[in-house]
Nanobody, 121 residues
Framework: QVQLVESGGGLVQPGGSLRLSCATS????????MRWHRQASGKERELVAA???????SYADSAKGRFTISRDNAKNTVYLQMNSLKPEDTAVYYC???????????????WGQGTQVTVSS
């Protein structure tokens, strides 16, 4: 059974930093794109950052210059380094990955359970 488990969320003051991690467990063949999304209370879930298996990254405008997505393919783990955090970054952050369970299988999208990030003084 494939699971994505996020960690690293918490309470931080404005201007502070947090590093989120998302580890993939279970038997898999390969992981294609990995992404971080977030959902603030009362708002729709939005894509924050994405990284391909080759390391190509993309960011939402709100994250550019402040957040950095990276991955360790040997550990099947994706990270999100968040700097200069603002109160409007407060949300539940979810990781998402396109995973191939075995060779020739289709990629399927898997989600983590989410980790709360609260930016407040």
């Amino acid at each position: 059974q494939v699971q994505l488990v996020e960690s690293g969320g918490g309470l931080v003051q404005p201007g502070g930093s947090l590093r989120l991690s998302c580890a993939t467990s279970g038997t898999i063949f390969s992981i294609y794109n990995m992404r971080w999304h977030r959902q603030a209370s009362g708002k729709e879930r939005e894509l924050v950052a994405a990284i391909s298996n080759g390391g190509t990254t993309s960011y939402a405008d709100s994250a550019k210059g402040r957040f950095t997505i990276s991955r360790d393919n040997a550990k099947n783990t994706v990270y999100l380094q968040m700097n200069s955090l603002k109160p409007e970054d407060t949300a539940v952050y979810y990781c998402n990955a396109d995973i191939q369970l075995f060779r020739l299988a289709n990629y399927r999208s898997y989600w983590g359970q989410g980790t709360q990030v609260t930016v407040s003084s």
